[in-house]
Structure formats: structure tokens, C-alpha cells
């Protein structure tokens, strides 16, 4: 069983900045692809971005031009760097393999924006 664990959230002002990681425990370079997953109160999860084993990178409308995800497949780690947060960005971030998370979930990470 693939251990996946996201670090990074917290409370940050709107339009302010974080960087989350996903760790995982074994190679994330062997899945199509990697992406990051987020749900917010009485919502269901919903998709943020993905990346390819190539580097093909693809977000969701709501987070384009704002967010960039990444990976370090030396390090089996996949971040998500997310600039000009808004309020309605405040969700867990979850990390899975794309388009189907065939990985166990983590913990997720909390990210909350408010002023």
C-alpha cells in the first residue's frame, strides 16, 4: 500500500502564497500521471492539477495562472506552489495518481484563506 502524506497548508491572507508537498513511498514516476485533488466543507472532491510522466501539466479552470504543480521524482515528491489564493481556494489538498486515484488517500493538508 502506497503512504501518501501532503505537508505545507495553513492560514494565509487572501492573495497571499503557499507551497504544499505530497510525499509518497514509493516511485511516482511509474504512474500516467500525478495530481492533486482538493475538497472543501460539504463539497465533494474535486480535481486541481495534474502532472504527466512527460511534464504535461493541465489545471483546473478555477486555479489556472495561479497555481503551478511540479514534481521531484528523485525525491518520489510532487508539489503544488499556489499564488493569489482566495478564499474559496480554503480546502484539504490531497495528492493521488490521475485520472483515477488508484493510491490510498493521505491525510491531506488543511489550506485556509482569510483575512
Known amino acids: 500500500q502506497v503512504q501518501l502524506v501532503e505537508s505545507g497548508g495553513g492560514l494565509v491572507q487572501p492573495g497571499g502564497s503557499l507551497r504544499l508537498s505530497c510525499a509518497a513511498s514509493q516511485s511516482i514516476a511509474r504512474p500516467y500521471a500525478m495530481a492533486w485533488y482538493r475538497q472543501a466543507p460539504g463539497k465533494e472532491r474535486e480535481f486541481v492539477a495534474r502532472?504527466?510522466?512527460?511534464?504535461?501539466?493541465n489545471y483546473a479552470d478555477s486555479v489556472k495562472d495561479r497555481f503551478t504543480i511540479s514534481r521531484d521524482n528523485a525525491r518520489n515528491t510532487l508539489y503544488l506552489q499556489m499564488n493569489s489564493l482566495k478564499p474559496e481556494d480554503t480546502a484539504v489538498y490531497y495528492c493521488n495518481t490521475w485520472p483515477a486515484p488508484n493510491w490510498g488517500w493521505g491525510q491531506g493538508t488543511q489550506v485556509t484563506v482569510s483575512s
Open positions: 502532472i504527466t510522466s512527460g511534464g504535461f501539466t
